[in-house]
């Protein structure tokens, strides 16, 4: 009979084994990524592949002189910071009323949330161009900013009516009393406890804007206006794909993101806890 102890120790192993079998597998493809910028052309290709190769910086240095890699993270700083203002001041107004009132058609507009979020982007993407074009806002990060921003409008009250769920009706009753309108409320005493759920949605919705590809390669034409996706896949060409410049942009895409994560990584974690608990 296996003493309790051993018992512990064994799940234990189990456990650790599986952690680090699961961070092996998720991780792989961000360390070939960073690997491949590192090789030369030689051993982008080389067989068998090289695991541990020799570091060299020209693919970074490469894509920095051929091609507007500053513009491009400009330009997606841009959009991105935009769309997050745009999409947290009305999710937090949708999240309010659903959350604080009871209204005719409330269900119809929770059921008309759910179908944005599983409706895909593809099946969006000409009807919106043709739009778009109506209105000449093609090739312009105007058509960009709304188009993010109609997508994630549904994705962060669905985060945010948890928020708001967790706070207690009560604040909002004495504001009442003391004369303040919804307005007030919203903005001087619910905004302040909400922004754990601000931060989750900000976060949420910038990461999506940051690494989205379909959209904006419909939409953008000039390379000056380009966000950073649409300008890494320059690297994909006719003639074949530059894997070591590709891999080098796609880490330099991916280092902002990593770098805000680990910045606000307990706020974030704070934030994805708090709207789970009532009250």
Known sequence: MIAPGRKRWAAAGVKLLFGLVTGAVVLFPVYWTAVTSLKSPADVFRSPPVFFPAPTFTNYLAVW???AIARYLFNTAIIAVVTVIIVLAF????????SRFRFRGR???????LLAQVMPVTTLIVPL??????LGAVDSHVALVA?????SIPVGTWLLVGFVNSIPRQLDEAATIDGASSAAILVRILGPLLSPGFMVTG??????????LMISMTFIRSDRLKPLMAGVSTFITSKGIEWGP??????????????????FRKALIKGLTAGAVKG
């Open 246 to 263: 590709l891999t080098a942009a796609g880490i330099l895409a991916m280092a902002p993101i990593l770098v805000a994560y680990l910045l």
């Open 65 to 67: 002189r051929a091609s």
């Open 107 to 113: 269900l119809f507009f929770f059921l008309c949330l």
């Open 129 to 134: 161009y043709v739009f778009w074009s109506g």
């Open 91 to 98: 999710a937090a107004m949708a999240a309010y009323a659903v």
């Open 203 to 212: 976060l949420t919705v910038f990461i999506y804007v940051w690494q989205e």
């Open 147 to 151: 188009t993010y921003s109609a997508i």
